[in-house]
């Protein structure tokens, strides 16, 4: 459940990059609903897009990535891949923190860019994997510390790529691997245990099986599809042993509280200048493995 204490610190000033369908559904709501974030300024490369988010939100609108800069102490992103790993970059050197979205970049080259930079600028940073931020997520992966798996499966299947808002270039261009598969990735990696290799099969525009070998020795299967006709997203992962089976289903569950759980422990990342376990390391983490696939 997200922190009810009274936010003592003054509100940290972001400034949001982008100005799509997934700046207007989550990030610049979340931001400008403090009290612990100020949306302060939008930036995008499409002047009036901005305005209009920014106008929602009773936020400025910058003329420029520089001017943007100017205006906030952090940075948050809702861009494609490399436009956010460009911009990231600029971002740390300009000593800003960091608010990611994943993958950190189209591939690994780009990712350790991003993560060489935050890393020699020392910002605070963090990653929107929003399942990271669900109390059922936090049940499920506290539970599975004390499991000894021998084995997984898991999916994330959605159908977002058949049409509609998030049928963008960069998904429709890469596919579910890209798109979908940080977020599985990172809950078998944390659930089961790192992942030491990792093979693909199949086309990740359509369909895509995952098989990972995971340290402890393992073995879990994922399956990411964004292009099959589900009434809802499906996301689950089921991990089995000896003893007891535990199981992560999304399913009916209300992903509308992850996100003032993420903006408090943002915000307190940057007032305190220490970056959750969520931050740019395991956005480059994730990142290997899906260079991996």
């Known amino acids: 459940m997200p922190d009810t204490h009274p936010w003592t610190y003054e509100p940290v000033k972001v400034g949001l990059v982008g100005a799509g369908p997934w700046a ?59 436009v956010q790993a460009e911009l990231a970059v600029r971002a740390a050197k300009a000593g800003r923190a960091l608010l990611l979205e ?9 990712a350790r860019r991003v993560a060489g930079a935050a890393g020699d600028a020392g910002v605070v940073t963090q990653l929107v994997l929003t399942n990271r931020y669900l109390p059922e997520t936090r049940r499920f992966l506290a539970a599975a510390r004390e499991m000894d798996v021998l084995g997984a499966r898991a999916c994330c299947l959605h159908g977002a790529f058949l049409g509609g808002d998030f049928a963008t270039p960069w998904r429709l261009e890469h596919g579910a691997v890209l798109d979908l598969g940080p977020h599985l990735l990172d809950l078998l990696d944390a659930s089961v245990g790192p992942i030491v290799s990792l093979r693909a099969t199949g086309d990740p525009r359509r369909w895509t099986e995952l098989t990972c070998e995971h340290e402890n020795g393992a ?39 992850c996100w003032p759980t993420l903006r408090r422990e943002f915000a307190t990342a940057v007032r305190t200048g220490v970056s959750t376990d969520v931050d740019v390391r395991r956005g480059l983490r994730l990142q290997e493995l899906l260079a991996m696939a």
């Open 24 to 82: 207007r559904a989550a990030h610049a709501p979340m931001l400008a609903a403090g009290p612990e974030t100020e949306l302060s300024t939008v930036w995008a490369r499409r002047p009036d897009a901005a305005r209009e988010v920014a106008a929602a939100h009773g936020a400025a609108v910058a003329d420029s990535f520089d001017e943007l800069l100017d205006r906030c102490e952090a940075v948050a992103f809702a861009v494609p891949p490399d």
């Open 102 to 110: 994943k993958p950190l970049g189209l591939d690994l080259a780009q």
């Open 219 to 257: 073995v879990s299967q994922a399956s990411l599809s964004g292009a099959v006709a589900l009434p809802e997203g499906r996301t689950r992962v089921e991990l089995f042993g000896q003893e007891t089976e535990l199981v992560f289903d999304a399913a009916g569950l209300d992903h509308s509280v």
